[in-house]
C-alpha cells in the first residue's frame, strides 16, 4: 500500500471531521451562556476523543490529522470565528502529524497525546478574545480611568491564555483516554477498529 | 425540513449574486479588523462600515429575521455597557463589561458568517475552493464534510428516537455519552464505507484535474466589495503602524 | 465481453459475506445476467469483481483472472476501471456524494475531467431520457429512496460505461419505485449495455434477464437459460432459496387469528410538517388485540409516520389509544409500544447481546434474559458484540429486547428489505411467536409473501387516510395480492408521471 492519500482517506477524513464538527456544535449549544464559554475549551475535547481515537485508527498514512485541522480551521473562518484556528490547526496538526509517524502510526499512547495536541487547535476560537483584550481595555481606560480597568484586568490576567490552552490540552489527553476505553469497549469487539 | 446542512444545497435566491470567494474575504476582513483592530483615525470609519455591511447583506438577501436580531443585539449591548457598568461591581460588572465587549465585537463577523452560509451552496463553494487552485487532499475532504454533516444530524435524531422509545432516560452523564455517541459511529463508519465505494466506482481519485459544472464568478458588485475590504485592511494596518 | 477465469476469492477480513470458489463465467456484450442464491452466496462478491472493487476496495486473497475485452481489470486502477463500468448499490441514502441533484447526475463527468460544456449536455440528455426534470435543482436529502436511486442510476449512465454493475438495487424500494428501475433496466438493455445485477427480488427481471446464474456457498451452481428458468416452477425455485417470479406463484396457508374480544381503537392520529402538508390524518381506527396486522400503502401513504406516531415518537401528535382499562395518550404509549426500526443499528447500545435484553427489563434478570435469548436461537451468541452481528442476527437481538420490555405492541418497520427466503421466513416465524405470546403487532411491509406468512389483519393507508382494512381471510387475501399486484404490472407510461 503506497503512501501516497488515497480517495478513500480523504473520505473518511471529511467523514470525522463532520462527527467532530456535530460534537462541537452540540457542546458549543451550551455556550449562550456566556459563563460556560470558557468551559468549551474542556468539554469539547472530552467528548470530541471518542471520535477523534475511532479516527486514528483509520490514519495509517501522513497527513491525514493535519488536514482535519486545516479543515476545521476553514470552516471556523466560515462561520465568522475568526482567522485563528486555521494558522494554528497548521502548526498542531503538523505536530500530531510528526508524533504520529514516530509511533509508526501503531502506538496507542502516541495517539492519546496526539488528542491533546489536537485539541489546542480550539484555542484559535479564544484567540482573539485575548487579542481583542489588550485593545479593549485600552478603550475603557479613557472612558472610565486606570484604576476602574486596573481591576478588571484582576478578572482575566495576562496569563490567562497560557490556562486556557492547558485546558485544551489536559482535557484532549482525557478525551484521548476516553476514547480509548470506549474503543475497547465497543469498536474493537464490534470489529470497526 | 430535517436537514440541518452546514451551506446550503440549492440556490435560494439569485438576486445580486457575490462569488464564495468575495464572502470570505468579507468575513476574513470583517472579523480580523473588528476583533483585533484599535481606534482613532481611519478606524472610526472602517469599523461602524464594517459592522454594518453585514445588515445590509442581510437585508438585500431577505433574511430580516437575522437582520432584527442582529441589530437588536448590538444595540443591547452597547447600552447595556453604557447604563449597566456604572451601576454595578465586582465579579458581575467584569461579566457584563466582558460579554457586552465580546459581543460588539464578534457579532459582526458572526452575522457575516450566517450571510456566508446561508446564500451560498455546498456546489458554489466547493467551485471557487477549486478555482483557488485548492489542492484535491482539501477539496475532496471539505466537499464530504459537507455533505455527511446532514446525515450525523439524520443518525442522532434516529438514535435519539430509539431512545426515547425503548424509554433509556438520563441516568448517568456517561452512559448517555456512550448511548448517543456509539451507536452514531458504528452507523457513520458503515455508511462512509459505502460511500467511498460508491464514489470510487464514480471515477473519484482519478489523476486530472476535475471540472466542475458549478457556475461562480466575478462581477461588478464582487469589486465593490472587495474595495470595501481594502480599505478596512487599510484602517487596521494604519492603526497598527501609528501605535 | 467479461471473463472470470478460476476465480476464487476470500475477504482479508472474517465478514459476512463468503468468498468465491472456482468461478468460470463468460459474459457477452450486451447480455443481461441475473445473479442469484441466498444470502452469502456470493453474488455480492462476483459483482464487486467485475466493477473493480475487489481488490482495490475490498482487499483478500484473489486467484485467477477477471478480464474486460482482454485486458485483466484487477490490475486496472479503480478511476480507469470505472470508466467502462457503472455500479449502482443497494442503499440509495449512502451512494450520493454530493448535496444537489444537479452536481451528483455530473459527478462521474467531473471526476474523469471532461470539458464543462460535455457534462452539462450529457446531464440534459440523462435527465431527459429518465424523466427526471421534476427532481432537478433539489436537495437529495429531500428525497425519496426511489427517487435518490433515480439519480443513482442517471448518475452512473452519464459516464456512458458499457457495462452496467447493479448490487440488489431493490432492496430499499416499494413496488412502484422498482417499476421505475425496471424501466429503466429495459433502457439500458435497448442501448446495448452488459448488465450484471445481483438480486433477491426475482419478479421484476422476469422478461430481462437472458441467462440465470443460481449461486450457492461461493460457487455457481447452475447457469439457466431464460427458457429453462422461467419453467422451473415455483417449488424448485423454492427449494433452492429463491423468492417466486411471480405473484401469482405464491404458496400460502391462511392464518388463523388468536380469538380475543378485546379491542384497540386508535383515535385522532393526525400530524403534519411544519410547511402544514398534513401526512396523516385518521380519526379512529379499530384492532382487535392480539392481531398481527399488516400496514401497506404507497411510499409517501403516511405508513412510517402512522407508526412512529402509535408509538408515541412524534410529539406534535395527540392521539389516543383506547384499551380495555384506560386510554392511553403520547407518552403511555411510548411505555407500551416497542418498535423495531428499519435500521437496526439504531437501536443497539452495549457491548453484549445479553446486555442489550438486560437493558430493556425494569428490573434486571438474567435468568429470564437467558430464556428470552435462548427462544430465538441467540444463546450462544450471548458475549458477542450485537454491531458485530449480521443483520438477521441484530434483528433477533432487537425482537428479544422488545420481548425483555414486556411491552403489549410491537411494531416493525420494513423488516425483510432485502432479505432471501429463508431468513424472511425467519422473521416471520419470530413474529408470530410475538403474537403467541398474546402482543399486538404492526407492521409496515411492502412485501406480499412475508404478509402471507405471519399477518393476520390488514390496514391499507394512502395519502394519510386509512382507506381500507380486512382479515386476511379468502377475500382479504386477494384484496391484498390485488394491491401489489397492481403497482407491479402498471402499464409503462403511466408510470414515472407519479412522482413518490
Same mark, same amino acid.
Given at each position: 500500500?503506497?503512501?501516497?492519500?488515497?480517495?478513500?482517506?480523504?473520505?473518511?477524513?471529511?467523514?470525522?471531521?463532520?462527527?467532530?464538527?456535530?460534537?462541537?456544535?452540540?457542546?458549543?449549544?451550551?455556550?449562550?451562556?456566556?459563563?460556560?464559554?470558557?468551559?468549551?475549551?474542556?468539554?469539547?475535547?472530552?467528548?470530541?476523543?471518542?471520535?477523534?481515537?475511532?479516527? $486514528?485508527?483509520?490514519?495509517?498514512?501522513?497527513?491525514?490529522?493535519?488536514?482535519?485541522?486545516?479543515?476545521?480551521?476553514?470552516?471556523?473562518?466560515?462561520?465568522?470565528?475568526?482567522?485563528?484556528? $486555521?494558522?494554528?490547526?497548521?502548526?498542531?496538526?503538523?505536530?500530531?502529524?510528526?508524533?504520529?509517524?514516530?509511533?509508526?502510526?501503531?502506538?496507542?499512547?502516541?495517539?492519546?497525546?496526539?488528542?491533546?495536541?489536537?485539541?489546542?487547535?480550539?484555542?484559535?476560537?479564544?484567540?482573539?478574545?485575548?487579542?481583542?483584550?489588550?485593545?479593549?481595555?485600552?478603550?475603557?481606560?479613557?472612558?472610565?480611568?486606570?484604576?476602574?480597568?486596573?481591576?478588571?484586568?484582576?478578572?482575566?490576567?495576562?496569563?490567562?491564555? $497560557?490556562?486556557? $490552552?492547558?485546558?485544551?490540552?489536559?482535557?484532549?489527553?482525557?478525551?484521548?483516554?476516553?476514547?480509548?476505553?470506549?474503543?475497547?469497549?465497543?469498536?474493537?469487539?464490534?470489529?470497526?477498529? | 425540513?430535517?436537514?440541518?446542512?452546514?451551506?446550503?444545497?440549492?440556490?435560494?435566491?439569485?438576486?445580486?449574486?457575490?462569488?464564495?470567494?468575495?464572502?470570505?474575504?468579507?468575513?476574513?476582513?470583517?472579523?480580523?479588523?473588528?476583533?483585533?483592530?484599535?481606534?482613532?483615525?481611519?478606524?472610526?470609519?472602517?469599523?461602524?462600515?464594517?459592522?454594518?455591511?453585514?445588515?445590509?447583506?442581510?437585508?438585500?438577501?431577505?433574511?430580516?429575521?437575522?437582520?432584527?436580531? @442582529?441589530?437588536?443585539? @448590538?444595540?443591547?449591548?452597547?447600552?447595556?455597557?453604557?447604563?449597566?457598568?456604572?451601576?454595578?461591581?465586582?465579579?458581575?460588572?467584569?461579566?457584563?463589561?466582558?460579554?457586552?465587549?465580546?459581543?460588539?465585537?464578534?457579532?459582526?463577523?458572526?452575522?457575516?458568517? @450566517?450571510?456566508?452560509?446561508?446564500?451560498?451552496?455546498?456546489?458554489?463553494?466547493?467551485?471557487?475552493?477549486?478555482?483557488?487552485?485548492?489542492?484535491?487532499?482539501?477539496?475532496?475532504?471539505?466537499?464530504?464534510?459537507?455533505?455527511?454533516?446532514?446525515?450525523?444530524?439524520?443518525?442522532?435524531?434516529?438514535?435519539?428516537?430509539?431512545?426515547?422509545?425503548?424509554?433509556?432516560?438520563?441516568?448517568?452523564?456517561?452512559?448517555?455519552?456512550? @448511548?448517543?455517541?456509539?451507536?452514531?459511529?458504528?452507523?457513520?463508519?458503515?455508511?462512509?464505507?459505502?460511500?467511498?465505494?460508491?464514489?470510487?466506482?464514480?471515477?473519484?481519485?482519478?489523476?486530472?484535474?476535475?471540472?466542475?459544472?458549478?457556475?461562480?464568478?466575478?462581477?461588478?458588485?464582487?469589486?465593490?466589495?472587495?474595495?470595501?475590504?481594502?480599505?478596512?485592511?487599510?484602517?487596521?494596518?494604519?492603526?497598527?503602524?501609528?501605535? | 465481453?467479461?471473463?472470470?477465469?478460476?476465480?476464487?476469492?476470500?475477504?482479508?477480513?472474517?465478514?459476512?459475506?463468503?468468498?468465491?470458489?472456482?468461478?468460470?463465467?463468460?459474459?457477452?456484450?450486451?447480455?443481461?445476467?441475473?445473479?442469484?442464491?441466498?444470502?452469502?452466496?456470493?453474488?455480492?462478491?462476483?459483482?464487486?469483481?467485475?466493477?473493480?472493487?475487489?481488490? &482495490?476496495?475490498?482487499?483478500?486473497?484473489?486467484?485467477?483472472?477477471?478480464?474486460?475485452?482482454?485486458?485483466?481489470?484487477?490490475?486496472?486502477?479503480?478511476?480507469?476501471?470505472?470508466?467502462?463500468?457503472?455500479?449502482?448499490?443497494?442503499?440509495?441514502?449512502?451512494?450520493?456524494?454530493?448535496?444537489?441533484?444537479?452536481?451528483? *447526475?455530473?459527478?462521474?463527468?467531473?471526476?474523469?475531467?471532461?470539458?464543462?460544456?460535455?457534462?452539462?449536455?450529457?446531464?440534459?440528455?440523462?435527465?431527459?431520457?429518465?424523466?427526471?426534470?421534476?427532481?432537478?435543482?433539489?436537495? *437529495?436529502?429531500?428525497?425519496?429512496? /426511489?427517487?435518490?436511486?433515480?439519480?443513482?442510476?442517471?448518475?452512473?449512465?452519464?459516464?456512458?460505461?458499457?457495462?452496467?454493475?447493479?448490487?440488489?438495487?431493490?432492496?430499499?424500494?416499494?413496488?412502484?419505485?422498482?417499476?421505475?428501475?425496471?424501466?429503466?433496466?429495459?433502457?439500458?438493455?435497448?442501448? /446495448?449495455?452488459?448488465?450484471?445485477?445481483?438480486? &433477491?427480488?426475482?419478479?421484476?427481471?422476469?422478461?430481462?434477464?437472458?441467462?440465470?446464474?443460481?449461486?450457492?456457498?461461493?460457487?455457481?451452481?447452475?447457469? %439457466?437459460?431464460?427458457?429453462?428458468?422461467?419453467?422451473?416452477?415455483?417449488?424448485?425455485?423454492?427449494?433452492?432459496?429463491?423468492?417466486?417470479?411471480?405473484?401469482?406463484?405464491?404458496?400460502? &396457508?391462511?392464518?388463523?387469528?388468536?380469538?380475543?374480544?378485546?379491542?384497540?381503537?386508535?383515535?385522532?392520529?393526525?400530524?403534519?410538517?411544519?410547511?402544514?402538508?398534513?401526512?396523516?390524518?385518521?380519526?379512529?381506527?379499530?384492532?382487535?388485540?392480539?392481531?398481527?396486522?399488516?400496514?401497506?400503502?404507497?411510499?409517501?401513504? /403516511?405508513?412510517?409516520?402512522?407508526?412512529?406516531?402509535?408509538?408515541?415518537?412524534?410529539?406534535?401528535? /395527540?392521539?389516543?389509544?383506547?384499551?380495555?382499562?384506560?386510554?392511553?395518550?403520547?407518552?403511555?404509549?411510548?411505555?407500551?409500544?416497542?418498535?423495531?426500526?428499519?435500521?437496526?443499528?439504531?437501536?443497539?447500545?452495549?457491548?453484549?447481546?445479553?446486555?442489550?435484553?438486560?437493558?430493556?427489563?425494569?428490573?434486571?434478570?438474567?435468568?429470564?434474559?437467558?430464556?428470552?435469548?435462548?427462544?430465538?436461537?441467540?444463546?450462544?451468541?450471548?458475549?458477542? &458484540?450485537?454491531?458485530?452481528?449480521?443483520?438477521?442476527?441484530?434483528?433477533?437481538?432487537?425482537?428479544?429486547?422488545?420481548?425483555?420490555?414486556?411491552?403489549?405492541?410491537?411494531?416493525?418497520?420494513?423488516?425483510?428489505?432485502?432479505?432471501?427466503?429463508?431468513?424472511?421466513?425467519?422473521?416471520?416465524?419470530?413474529?408470530?411467536?410475538?403474537?403467541?405470546?398474546?402482543?399486538?403487532?404492526?407492521?409496515?411491509?411492502?412485501?406480499?409473501? %412475508?404478509?402471507?406468512?405471519?399477518?393476520?389483519?390488514?390496514?391499507?393507508?394512502?395519502?394519510?387516510?386509512?382507506?381500507?382494512?380486512?382479515?386476511?381471510?379468502?377475500?382479504?387475501?386477494?384484496?391484498?395480492?390485488?394491491?401489489?399486484?397492481?403497482?407491479?404490472?402498471?402499464?409503462?407510461?403511466?408510470?414515472?408521471?407519479?412522482?413518490?
Amino acid at each position: 500500500m503506497n503512501n501516497k492519500l488515497q480517495a478513500k482517506d480523504l473520505i473518511n477524513v471529511g467523514i470525522f471531521s463532520a462527527i467532530y464538527l456535530v460534537v462541537l456544535m452540540a457542546v458549543a449549544m451550551l455556550g449562550y451562556i456566556p459563563v460556560f464559554i470558557p468551559l468549551l475549551s474542556v468539554l469539547v475535547p472530552i467528548v470530541g476523543g471518542i471520535p477523534f481515537m475511532l479516527f $486514528l485508527t483509520k490514519v495509517k498514512k501522513f497527513g491525514m490529522v493535519w488536514i482535519m485541522a486545516i479543515i476545521m480551521g476553514i470552516v471556523m473562518l466560515i462561520l465568522g470565528m475568526g482567522v485563528w484556528v $486555521l494558522p494554528i490547526g497548521i502548526v498542531t496538526g503538523l505536530i500530531c502529524e510528526l508524533i504520529l509517524k514516530s509511533g509508526n502510526y501503531a502506538s496507542s499512547k502516541k495517539s492519546v497525546l496526539v488528542s491533546g495536541v489536537f485539541s489546542m487547535s480550539i484555542f484559535g476560537n479564544y484567540l482573539p478574545m485575548f487579542i481583542a483584550r489588550d485593545s479593549y481595555f485600552e478603550t475603557m481606560r479613557s472612558g472610565y480611568g486606570n484604576e476602574y480597568v486596573n481591576a478588571l484586568t484582576n478578572y482575566m490576567p495576562e496569563w490567562s491564555w $497560557l490556562l486556557l $490552552l492547558a485546558a485544551c490540552f489536559i482535557s484532549g489527553i482525557a478525551g484521548g483516554l476516553l476514547g480509548k476505553a470506549v474503543l475497547k469497549k465497543h469498536f474493537k469487539k464490534a470489529g470497526i477498529a | 425540513m430535517m436537514a440541518n446542512e452546514i451551506l446550503q444545497s440549492v440556490s435560494t435566491g439569485k438576486r445580486f449574486k457575490l462569488d464564495p470567494r468575495t464572502k470570505m474575504l468579507m468575513v476574513i476582513t470583517i472579523s480580523t479588523v473588528i476583533i483585533g483592530g484599535g481606534n482613532g483615525g481611519l478606524m472610526n470609519i472602517a469599523k461602524p462600515l464594517l459592522a454594518a455591511v453585514p445588515l445590509l447583506m442581510l437585508i438585500t438577501s431577505r433574511r430580516s429575521r437575522a437582520a432584527i436580531a @442582529y441589530t437588536a443585539i @448590538y444595540i443591547l449591548c452597547f447600552a447595556g455597557e453604557r447604563l449597566l457598568v456604572p451601576i454595578t461591581s465586582g465579579f458581575l460588572n467584569f461579566l457584563i463589561v466582558a460579554c457586552c465587549g465580546m459581543l460588539t465585537r464578534f457579532l459582526p463577523g458572526i452575522m457575516m458568517g @450566517y450571510f456566508l452560509v446561508t446564500t451560498t451552496t455546498v456546489s458554489e463553494f466547493t467551485a471557487a475552493m477549486e478555482r483557488m487552485h485548492m489542492p484535491r487532499q482539501i477539496t475532496i475532504p471539505l466537499s464530504v464534510m459537507f455533505r455527511f454533516f446532514p446525515t450525523v444530524g439524520e443518525e442522532m435524531a434516529a438514535i435519539n428516537d430509539a431512545m426515547k422509545m425503548r424509554g433509556i432516560t438520563f441516568a448517568n452523564p456517561m452512559r448517555m455519552l456512550e @448511548y448517543r455517541l456509539v451507536p452514531m459511529l458504528m452507523c457513520s463508519v458503515k455508511i462512509g464505507e459505502e460511500l467511498s465505494a460508491a464514489a470510487l466506482t464514480r471515477g473519484l481519485g482519478a489523476p486530472v484535474k476535475r471540472t466542475n459544472i458549478c457556475e461562480v464568478g466575478f462581477h461588478i458588485q464582487d469589486m465593490f466589495a472587495i474595495l470595501i475590504c481594502i480599505f478596512g485592511f487599510a484602517a487596521f494596518f494604519s492603526s497598527r503602524i501609528i501605535s | 465481453m467479461i471473463e472470470l477465469r478460476q476465480v476464487s476469492f476470500r475477504y482479508e477480513q472474517a465478514r459476512q459475506e463468503n468468498g468465491l470458489r472456482d468461478v468460470n463465467l463468460t459474459i457477452g456484450d450486451g447480455e443481461v445476467i441475473l445473479l442469484c442464491g441466498e444470502s452469502g452466496c456470493g453474488k455480492t462478491t462476483l459483482t464487486r469483481l467485475v466493477n473493480g472493487l475487489i481488490p &482495490h476496495f475490498w482487499g483478500g486473497d484473489l486467484n485467477g483472472e477477471v478480464l474486460i475485452d482482454g485486458v485483466k481489470i484487477n490490475e486496472m486502477p479503480l478511476y480507469e476501471t470505472a470508466k467502462i463500468v457503472g455500479s449502482v448499490f443497494q442503499n440509495p441514502r449512502s451512494q450520493f456524494f454530493n448535496v444537489d441533484t444537479d452536481s451528483e *447526475i455530473a459527478f462521474g463527468c467531473e471526476n474523469q475531467g471532461l470539458p464543462e460544456e460535455e457534462i452539462r449536455k450529457r446531464v440534459e440528455t440523462n435527465v431527459k431520457q429518465y424523466s427526471l426534470e421534476p427532481l432537478m435543482g433539489r436537495s *437529495i436529502f429531500e428525497l425519496s429512496g /426511489g427517487e435518490k436511486q433515480k439519480i443513482a442510476c442517471a448518475s452512473v449512465s452519464a459516464c456512458d460505461p458499457d457495462i452496467l454493475v447493479l448490487d440488489e438495487p431493490t432492496a430499499n424500494l416499494d413496488a412502484r419505485a422498482t417499476a421505475a428501475l425496471r424501466r429503466m433496466l429495459l433502457l439500458w438493455k435497448a442501448q /446495448g449495455k452488459t448488465i450484471i445485477i445481483a438480486e &433477491h427480488r426475482l419478479y421484476f427481471l422476469r422478461d430481462i434477464a437472458d441467462r440465470i446464474v443460481y449461486m450457492n456457498q461461493g460457487r455457481i451452481e447452475t447457469v %439457466f437459460t431464460h427458457e429453462n428458468f422461467i419453467s422451473l416452477g415455483a417449488e424448485k425455485l423454492e427449494n433452492m432459496g429463491l423468492r417466486p417470479l411471480s405473484l401469482n406463484e405464491l404458496q400460502y &396457508h391462511i392464518k388463523q387469528p388468536v380469538q380475543t374480544n378485546e379491542n384497540l381503537v386508535f383515535s385522532d392520529f393526525r400530524f403534519s410538517y411544519k410547511n402544514g402538508k398534513p401526512v396523516l390524518d385518521i380519526d379512529k381506527l379499530n384492532i382487535s388485540e392480539g392481531a398481527s396486522v399488516a400496514v401497506i400503502g404507497h411510499n409517501g401513504a /403516511g405508513k412510517s409516520t402512522f407508526a412512529r406516531c402509535l408509538c408515541g415518537l412524534e410529539r406534535k401528535c /395527540g392521539g389516543k389509544l383506547l384499551g380495555q382499562a384506560n386510554v392511553k395518550g403520547r407518552k403511555q404509549r411510548l411505555k407500551c409500544c416497542f418498535m423495531v426500526m428499519q435500521d437496526v443499528n439504531h437501536q443497539l447500545f452495549t457491548e453484549s447481546v445479553l446486555d442489550e435484553v438486560l437493558l430493556s427489563m425494569e428490573e434486571e434478570n438474567e435468568e429470564q434474559a437467558e430464556e428470552i435469548l435462548k427462544g430465538l436461537d441467540l444463546q450462544e451468541l450471548k458475549e458477542q &458484540h450485537p454491531m458485530a452481528l449480521s443483520g438477521g442476527q441484530k434483528q433477533r437481538v432487537a425482537i428479544a429486547s422488545a420481548i425483555a420490555s414486556k411491552r403489549e405492541i410491537i411494531l416493525f418497520d420494513e423488516p425483510t428489505s432485502g432479505l432471501d427466503l429463508r431468513h424472511m421466513r425467519e422473521v416471520a416465524a419470530n413474529l408470530w411467536q410475538l403474537n403467541a405470546m398474546g402482543k399486538t403487532v404492526f407492521v409496515v411491509t411492502h412485501d406480499p409473501e %412475508f404478509i402471507l406468512s405471519c399477518c393476520t389483519y390488514v390496514v391499507h393507508m394512502e395519502q394519510g387516510y386509512v382507506i381500507a382494512q380486512y382479515p386476511l381471510d379468502t377475500n382479504g387475501t386477494a384484496r391484498m395480492l390485488s394491491f401489489f399486484q397492481d403497482t407491479a404490472d402498471k402499464p409503462a407510461d403511466l408510470e414515472g408521471m407519479v412522482m413518490m
